[in-house]
């Protein structure tokens, strides 16, 4: 793989890892560049990378309200 494809695969992780900013692209470029040239990106040991993976995620589901039937009583 190429240095300028791990660099921007990098940074995209990085982009994807903060919720996916805006504006940011330039630090994240340049904190990809780093990784790179201390071989975490290819080697799986970025910060980003072992955050991500040692979360769990979250699963929302909608449920809806519990609702109690109320009977009519006759009156």
Avoid: C
Avoid at 19 to 47: I, N
């Amino acid at each position: 793989m190429s240095r300028d494809k791990l660099v921007r695969d990098t940074a995209y992780a990085i982009w994807e890892a903060e919720g996916r900013p805006d504006g940011r692209d330039f630090e994240h470029w340049r904190l990809a560049e780093e990784r790179v040239s201390r071989g975490e990106a290819e080697q799986g040991k970025s910060k980003t990378g072992a955050a991500a993976k040692g979360r769990s995620k979250k699963v929302s589901v909608n449920k809806p309200a519990a609702t109690k039937e109320r009977s009519k009583k006759a009156v």
